[in-house]
């Protein structure tokens, strides 16, 4: 994918991670300077790097889980001249992770509004708490990198080191103000399963019935490509002021919908509490 904007151009590849089912991103400016996000499978991002012949500059994470930040140290010691970029808030956990070991921990700090550069190309930095304390995103024109906060049909839990009422506030005044045709790129891909999960609330959701099929119609390891339009109409963390999504909680699960409410300032937050509460033990 090439992605023009005035006299540069963004390049981002999608590498499968070979060790879990996560996929990490290459951005790659035109001269062939690089960053790598979250490449969780060192021996695959190497091996990429090398056989393209770009010049690393960076390793990005966007939080501190393991499953984003375990190639870091393989990456370095094959590119040592790349350093490790990572959010304030998720440092301390981050560098913990690579106590004793040589590279591996931040060296380099970004926070919201702040911009990255790589080669020609400037990213900003976008926080994006919920699913970790300082979980941030990266934005390039119309190309989000989410890290884990937003999936095809669903969003990013919040069980380790997360909270709801953060990834709320995330969903409806970041992503909410970013535009339609925000192609974004997760660190997961669950659509079949959010999809399902969709349907079992309101089971004649068109929209989720569809992207349901063409889930199930890719290949094992495809990652899905999505828009924050086409979200929109069908992820329900996107969705809670639909009358039929509210109204479909409440004839269904009204008791874990009240129990949300008590814990929310709005009803918008309500939803979304019940909604996470209800995917997490789905």
């Known amino acids: 994918m090439t992605v023009n904007r005035r006299r540069e151009a963004m390049k981002v590849e999608t590498i499968a991670s070979g060790v879990s089912d996560n996929f990490f991103y290459a951005v790659v400016d035109p001269r ?8 969780v499978d060192a021996e695959a991002a ?9 010049e690393l500059e960076w390793v990005i994470n966007t939080h501190w889980h393991p499953d984003h930040v375990a190639g870091n140290a ?9 350093q490790v970029v990572g959010p304030a808030g ?3 956990r981050i560098d913990a992770q690579f106590a004793g070991e040589a590279r591996g921990a931040v060296e380099v700090e970004m926070r919201g509004g702040e911009s990255l550069r790589i080669g ?13 304390e300082g979980h941030v995103s990266l934005r390039y024109g119309k190309h989000l990198f989410s890290g884990d906060v937003i999936f095809s049909g669903g969003a990013g839990h919040c069980r380790a080191g997360g909270d709801v009422s953060v990834q709320f506030s995330t969903f409806a005044h970041v992503l909410g103000a970013l535009p339609d045709d925000t192609t974004f790129y997760a660190g997961h891909d669950y659509t079949a399963r959010n999809c399902e ?5 309101e089971p004649e959701h068109r929209e989720a019935g569809a992207v349901l099929e063409q889930a199930k119609a890719s290949g094992p390891r495809e990652r899905f490509e999505s828009t924050l339009g086409q979200e929109r109409a069908y992820n329900p963390f996107l969705r809670l002021a639909d009358p039929g999504l509210r109204q479909a909680l409440s004839s269904r699960y009204g008791e874990s919908l009240e129990a949300a409410r008590a814990q929310s300032q709005s ?7 019940c909604l996470r509460a209800l995917r997490d033990r789905w």
């Open 90 to 92: 998720d440092r301390e």
């Open 46 to 54: 190497v091996a990429r790097v090398r056989e393209a012949g770009w």
């Open 120 to 132: 020609e190309l400037s990213l900003e930095v976008l926080d994006t708490p919920g699913h970790t």
């Open 197 to 201: 999960f969709i349907l079992s609330i």
């Open 74 to 82: 393989g990456v370095l010691a094959a590119f040592p001249e790349a």
């Open 32 to 39: 062939g300077r690089a960053g790598l996000i979250d490449p």
């Open 267 to 273: 009803e918008d937050e309500a939803v979304f509490r």
